[in-house]
C-alpha cells in the first residue's frame, strides 16, 4: 500500500503535466504561428485595399489568369478574373443595375439583371450582435461594394468556338414586378441574336436554397455543346474567427479524396488551391464560422473544380479574387431542340438539421460538412444532437446545457463512484501510513 501510493500520484501527476506539456507545445510552435500568418495576412490585404485605385479598368500589373479546372479547351463563361470595378458603398452598389427582389422568412436580397447573378442576400433570422436592433448579418454583396461576396451561374464554350453567350455584362429579362418568394420562382430569359436562347427560372424554399434551371433552344441549324458552369467569387480575405480547430476558407467535397479544405493563405501560396478533374457528386465554396455559401452541380454529371485564387494582390493597389468553381460535361443541343440542366445554391445560416436534409433530399454527396465538428467530432456531433433536442423540447438553451451536464455525469456515475471509494479506502489508511513513516523514516526500503 505505501509503494503504491506514492508511485500512482507520480504517475496521475506526471501524465497531466506531460498533457499540459503537449498542448502547450502544440499552442506555441503550430496553432499560434498558423493563426499569427492568418492575422498578418489580414492586416496587409486590408492595408491593401484601402489604398486601391478607382478604376472601372483592370489595374496594369494585376496577375489574372482563367480559372484552372474546366474542361480542357473550354472559354468563355463566368469562371475567369472580373475586371476590377470602382468601388461605392453597399447601398450605392445595390442601385447601380436593374434588380429582382428576394423576399423569404430566412433571407432577403436581390437578384441583379447584369449577369443574372446572385449579389445581394441578408439573412432575416440572424443579426451582427444578440442586440434584436443591430444590423442583420450580410452574407452576398455586389462586385463593386465592400467585401463583394456573389455566385455566378453560367455556361462555357469549346475553345474555338464564336458562340457568343451569357456573361457578367449581359442583361437579362425579367416581367414586369417579378419577385422571388418561396412560392414565385422568376424566369428571366436572353437570346444571343445568332440563333441561342437562354432561359433561366430561379426558385428558393422558406430558407437558404436556390436553385437554377437553366435551358438553351437551339435555332442555329446545327447541333451545339456547351459547357454548365458556377463560381462563388469573393474579394479580399474576411474578418476571421482564427478558431484553430474551425475551418474559415474554402471549401467542398471533390473527386476520390472527397472532403477539401483550403485556406485563404494556403489559396495565395504559389500553386496553392485544389484542382479536381472528373467527378460525379459532391459540392463546392465557402465557409465562415457561421455561415456557408455552397454551390451544387448536378450530381449525376461528371464535373471539373477548382478551389483557389483567381487574381493575387498587384503591389498595394488590388485585392485578391478567390473562387470556388465548377465546369461540368458539355450538353450536347440538337438544333431545332431545347436543352437544360439544373444547379443549386445554398447560401445561408450552417443550420445542422437543413444542411442534412438537403443531402438526403437531392443526394448530395456529403454535404453535411459544410458544418465543421473539429478534430473530436465523435464527442462533439451527438453532444450538439443532444442539445438541440433538449432545446426544442424545454425551449431554454441554459436548460439544455444544464440538463446535459447533469446526463454526462449520470453517465459517468459509477465511474466517479468508484474513484470516491477508493478515496474513502485510502482516506481510511492514510493515518497508519502516516504513523509507519513516521516509524521507520530512516529505513525507506
Known amino acids: 500500500m505505501q509503494s503504491q501510493d506514492p508511485d500512482q500520484t507520480k504517475n496521475i501527476l506526471l501524465a497531466v503535466i ?19 500568418a492568418e492575422r498578418e495576412l489580414q492586416r496587409r490585404l486590408q492595408a491593401e485595399q484601402q489604398q486601391q485605385t478607382q478604376t472601372t479598368a483592370r489595374a ?3 496577375q489574372t489568369a482563367p480559372l484552372p479546372g474546366a474542361p480542357a479547351g473550354t472559354t468563355a463563361g463566368p469562371q475567369s478574373a472580373l475586371p476590377r470595378l470602382a468601388q461605392v458603398d453597399r447601398a450605392s452598389a445595390l442601385k447601380t443595375d436593374p434588380r429582382i427582389p428576394i423576399n423569404t422568412p430566412s433571407i432577403t436580397g436581390s437578384i441583379n ?4 447573378r446572385i449579389d445581394d442576400v441578408t439573412l432575416v433570422k440572424y443579426h451582427e450582435t444578440p442586440d434584436p436592433k443591430s444590423p442583420q448579418v450580410v452574407v452576398f454583396s455586389p462586385a463593386n461594394a465592400p467585401n463583394a461576396y456573389f455566385a455566378d451561374i453560367g455556361w462555357r464554350a469549346p475553345a474555338g468556338a464564336n458562340t457568343k453567350l451569357p456573361d457578367e455584362s449581359t442583361v437579362w429579362t425579367a416581367p414586369d414586378g417579378a419577385a422571388l418568394t418561396p412560392t414565385q420562382p422568376v424566369e428571366l ?4 441574336g445568332a440563333g441561342l436562347r437562354f432561359k433561366r427560372t430561379i426558385s428558393i424554399d422558406e430558407n437558404y436554397l436556390l436553385t437554377m434551371s437553366d435551358s438553351v433552344t437551339n435555332t442555329t441549324g446545327s447541333a451545339v455543346s456547351l459547357f454548365p458552369s458556377g463560381v462563388v467569387y469573393r474579394y ?27 485556406t485563404y493563405s494556403e489559396a495565395l501560396e504559389p500553386g496553392g488551391g485544389a484542382i479536381k478533374q472528373n467527378m460525379t457528386g459532391g459540392w463546392l465554396g465557402f465557409t465562415d464560422k457561421y455561415w456557408g455559401a455552397a454551390l451544387i452541380p448536378d450530381q449525376s454529371r461528371t464535373f471539373n473544380a477548382s478551389l483557389g485564387v483567381l487574381r493575387r494582390q498587384a503591389g498595394a493597389s488590388g485585392t485578391p479574387q478567390f473562387a470556388a468553381s465548377f465546369a461540368a460535361q458539355a450538353i450536347a443541343i440538337p438544333a431545332g431542340q431545347t436543352s437544360a440542366t439544373e ?9 445542422v438539421d437543413l444542411i442534412q436534409q438537403y443531402e438526403q433530399t437531392f443526394g448530395v454527396r456529403q454535404f ?10 465523435f464527442i462533439t456531433k451527438p453532444l450538439y444532437y443532444v442539445l438541440n ?19 454526462v455525469k449520470a453517465l459517468f456515475f459509477y465511474f466517479a463512484n468508484k474513484s470516491y471509494e477508493s478515496m474513502a479506502k485510502m482516506k481510511k489508511v492514510q493515518p497508519e501510513m502516516e504513523r509507519i513513516r513516521d516509524r521507520y523514516k530512516d529505513d525507506k526500503p
Open 18 to 36: 506531460l498533457s499540459i506539456g503537449v498542448l502547450l507545445a502544440w499552442q506555441v510552435f503550430y496553432a499560434g504561428p498558423k493563426m499569427e
Open 60 to 62: 496594369p500589373g494585376a
Open 236 to 262: 479580399g480575405i474576411p474578418k476571421l474567427e482564427n478558431f484553430f480547430i474551425q475551418h474559415e476558407g474554402l471549401i467542398g467535397v471533390l473527386g476520390p479524396e472527397g472532403f477539401t479544405e483550403v
Open 368 to 377: 453535411e460538412l459544410l458544418v465543421d465538428w473539429g478534430w473530436f467530432y
Open 389 to 407: 433536442w433538449l432545446n426544442n423540447l424545454f425551449g431554454n438553451f441554459g436548460v439544455a446545457i444544464l440538463l446535459v451536464t447533469v446526463l
Open 343 to 351: 444547379t443549386r445554391l445554398y447560401v445561408g445560416a450552417k443550420n
Open 113 to 116: 439583371l447584369k449577369g443574372a
Open 189 to 192: 430569359t436572353w437570346d444571343n
